[in-house]
């Protein structure tokens, strides 16, 4: 049987694991796009052609969207662990397991929003591109 110490200590482990993927979703989201939108444009200028530029666009579009989306639920569920809104005194001077959790949320939600600006401009070339070459 599991001593309430034991049980808290497991939770707070559980709240840090969530936090630690929330900050790297956003930028590991970022890099998986970053890959895909290149590796799409490489392979269709050097085996199909400028014919297909607008399927490529088409594609960049639906993939960024989705990215951008999925970034913005990581930010959400960043800024909602961060409490800011109900907890104006930001100040982590405390090694307390609150003040840890709320750290964490702070640097996601920031990490998320440095990806979905990263991943806006991943995107932007697709707008202008006129040709491959």
């Known amino acids: 049987m599991n001593s309430p110490q034991q049980d808290e200590e497991r939770r707070t482990f ?3 694991a969530s936090s630690l993927w929330l900050i790297t979703l956003g930028p590991a989201l970022w890099a998986v796009h970053f890959t895909v939108v290149y590796a799409a444009t490489a392979v ?3 085996k199909l052609g400028t014919a297909y530029l607008p399927y490529l666009r088409l594609g960049i579009a639906a993939l960024t969207l989705i990215a951008v989306g999925a970034i913005a639920v990581i930010a959400w569920r ?3 662990q961060w ?3 109900t907890n104006q005194e930001y100040s982590h ?3 307390t397991g609150e003040h840890r959790h709320e750290f964490l949320g702070h640097a996601a939600f920031l990490l998320a929003v440095l990806a979905a600006i990263a991943t806006l401009y991943t995107a932007l070339p697709a707008v202008f591109i ?3 070459g």
């Open 93 to 95: 001077g405390q090694p």
């Open 130 to 132: 006129a040709g491959c």
């Open 78 to 80: 960043s800024w909602r």
């Open 83 to 85: 409490n800011y809104m």
């Open 44 to 46: 269709v200028c050097a």
């Open 14 to 16: 559980r709240e840090e």
